[in-house]
């Protein structure tokens, strides 16, 4: 019995050793400003307190919408995205701390941080803290190494767009904008990685998903130069590309007459 206690605990060890050194690895965390459990952001200011979390051990974070880092902007890989999972039961609530790196790739998984509370914003306070102490584990300091830049990735912040595109004039104008991806390109959005894809009308819209990727919808180029209408369920509006190549859209938030600007960060250069 002890010998077989004695291995599980070097397996242990050695799976947070491998973890702690790729995580050190990374430079920035990514907190998004809503989880999918959640209705609205920052609810109960879970985001809020996941952020506050993760510069308490150490680690360098920016909030989605906020304005990167110079180098961050020239390569995303140097991020990690944070995501908070919900598992409860009846009278238990459960959350998960999970990190991954710029391909979508789980690299850390926290415990299972409990609470037995009633009130939704003390019992997902009391959880969240309780799965970061397994982030408290990795002891994380930053080790710089030569993380090679993927020219194909791009990180994004949201207009209304026409029903009706299909038969819309198009020009080829992407040449004229050097900002805007000639090959596929990835972006990440609310921690989450999208492609954009060259097409005849402009490109396609895709999801990227641990072994394949979903497509979303499309974005039109129109007939002025890097000006674009997207059509991707909620993503619906007006987009263009910034000088940092990353992808901006402007949509109205469905359900009210709120003016939403999301951008989508380029993923390397």
Request: glycine share 6%; proline share 2%.
């Amino acid at each position: 019995m002890k010998r077989v206690l004695l291995v599980l605990i070097v397996i242990l060890s050695s799976g947070l050793l491998t973890a702690q050194k790729e995580i050190n690895s990374y430079k920035y965390v990514i907190v998004p400003k809503k989880y999918d459990f959640l209705k609205s952001e920052n609810a109960y200011q879970v985001n809020a307190l996941t952020k506050f979390l993760f510069e308490k051990n150490g680690f360098s974070t920016v909030m989605e919408g906020e304005s990167l880092p110079d180098d961050l902007k020239r390569n995303g890989c140097l991020a990690l995205h944070a995501d908070v999972k919900k598992n409860s039961g009846l009278f238990t609530t459960k959350l998960v701390v999970e990190l991954k790196d710029c391909n979508v790739n789980v690299l850390f998984t926290s415990k299972v941080g409990e609470s037995r509370e009633k009130e939704f914003k003390t019992a997902y306070h009391e959880a969240l803290r309780d799965a970061f102490t397994s982030v408290a584990q990795l002891l994380y300091t930053y080790t710089q190494i030569n993380t090679p830049v993927d020219e194909n990735v791009v990180i994004v912040s949201s207009g209304i767009v026409p029903s009706n595109t299909e038969g819309a004039t198009q020009v080829n104008a992407i040449e004229k904008n050097s900002n805007a991806p000639t090959a596929e390109t990835k972006y990440t959005f609310n921690a989450k990685i999208y492609i954009l894809k060259k097409q005849s009308y402009g490109y396609s819209l895709e999801e990227k998903k641990a072994d394949s990727s979903a497509f979303v919808g499309k974005v039109y180029q129109t007939s002025v130069s890097n000006s674009y209408m997207v059509q991707a369920g909620s993503l619906r509006g007006y987009a263009f590309f910034d000088t940092e190549g990353n992808f901006i859209l402007e949509r109205i938030i469905e359900g009210s007459d709120s003016l939403s600007k999301d951008t989508f960060s380029k993923l390397g250069n």
